[in-house]
Each structure stands twice: as C-alpha cells, then as structure tokens.
Nanobody, 124 residues
Framework: QQQLLESGGGLVQPGGSLRLSCKAS????????IGWFRQAPGKEREGVSC????????YYADSVVGRFTISRDNAKKTVYLQMNSLKPEDTAVYYC?????????????????WGQGTQVTVSS
C-alpha cells in the first residue's frame, strides 16, 4: 500500500525551472515503478516520465526529452522530476503514480496508486 504526495508545483515564467517531489508514506518504495503524468484542462492525462525501482532505467515522453529529468532516492521514499526550460504548454496538473514491480510504463491504467496532483503553471 502506498500513499503518494506531490509537491513543488507553482507559477514560473517560460524558460524557468521547477523540481517536483513525490513522497511516499506507505511501505518501502523499493521495487515500485514510479511514473509522472500530467493533465492540462480539456486534455487527457499524458504520461511524462517513469523510472524503475533501482533508478537504472528511465523513460521520457518526446515532448520533455532533454528538459525533464526523473530521479529517485529510495531511502527518502521520494521521486523527483526536475523540469527545466519550461514552456507554456507544460502547464498542467502533475501527478505521480506507483506500481509494484514490472517494467516501466506511461500508461495510466498500469498504475495502482496515485497522488492528488500539483499544479504547474508556465506563464509570463
């Protein structure tokens, strides 16, 4: 069982940076795949990035490659999403999600546990 809490969202100008955190408060985060998703108003939820349990394998959507970096600290039960060179089209509610074992995925239906989301707004 996992409870996830996102933080770090906010308002930033285009070209700026934010670091999102996803803190787990349930059992150990070991062996959980963690994904970051986002949903903009009027759009479907989109998979942004995911990381396997060891941090050795990561995936990024084409729209964020080279700008976003996912990482994890299992000892702190926290996964991070560093977002650089932010664009207005990155504006969305960002969610983290967890699934036990298995391969990485950016399909929302593959995940069992979800956080409440944190708002990211990129605007001048």
């Amino acid at each position: 069982q996992q409870q996830l809490l996102e933080s770090g969202g906010g308002l930033v100008q285009p070209g700026g940076s934010l670091r999102l955190s996803c803190k787990a408060s349930g059992s150990s985060l070991d062996y959980y795949v963690i994904g970051w998703f986002r949903q903009a108003p009027g759009k479907e939820r989109e998979g942004v990035s995911c990381i396997n349990w060891s941090g050795g394998n990561t995936y990024y959507a084409d729209s964020v490659v080279g700008r976003f970096t996912i990482s994890r600290d299992n000892a702190k039960k926290t996964v991070y999403l560093q977002m650089n060179s932010l664009k207005p089209e990155d504006t969305a509610v960002y969610y983290c999600a967890a699934k036990f074992r298995g391969s990485g995925s950016v399909t929302s239906g593959d995940y069992d546990y979800w956080g409440q989301g944190t708002q990211v707004t990129v605007s001048s």
